[in-house]
Nanobody, 124 residues
Framework: QVQLVESGGGLVQAGGSLRLSCAAS????????MGWFRQAPGKDREFVARIGVRSGITDYADSVKGRFTISRDNANNTVYLQMNKLKPEDTAVYYCTVNIFGRTTRRAQDYDYWGQGTQVTVSS
């Protein structure tokens, strides 16, 4: 079982930045595809970004494209989400997730393990 631990959430003003981190427990991390999803109160969990086994393969939701950047550090079993120009509508609990077969997808049901989530709140 893969354990994922997110950190880096918090309260920030609109226009500010945060960097989320997600540390994985497995040494085979480099063979996993990773994703970030978010869930706002009363809404479904939605795709934010994903990164393939090779860091050059990334994909973003239209709502965050150009503002968020996903990256990975295989040496430290960590995936990051750099969030710039934050907006109040980015407020949500952000979840890190992994596909242990190395597939990249935008569908939550295609991922195998999830972190506990970290709260991001953007004030106007």
């Amino acid at each position: 079982q893969v354990q994922l631990v997110e950190s880096g959430g918090g309260l920030v003003q609109a226009g500010g930045s945060l960097r989320l981190s997600c540390a994985a427990s497995e040494r085979t991390f480099s063979s996993y595809s990773m994703g970030w999803f978010r869930q706002a109160p009363g809404k479904d969990r939605e795709f934010v970004a994903r990164i393939g086994v090779r860091s050059g393969i990334t994909d973003y939701a239209d709502s965050v494209k150009g503002r968020f950047t996903i990256s990975r550090d295989n040496a430290n079993n960590t995936v990051y989400l750099q969030m710039n120009k934050l907006k109040p509508e980015d407020t949500a609990v952000y979840y890190c997730t992994v596909n242990i077969f190395g597939r990249t997808t935008r569908r939550a049901q295609d991922y195998d393990y999830w972190g506990q989530g970290t709260q991001v709140t953007v004030s106007s």
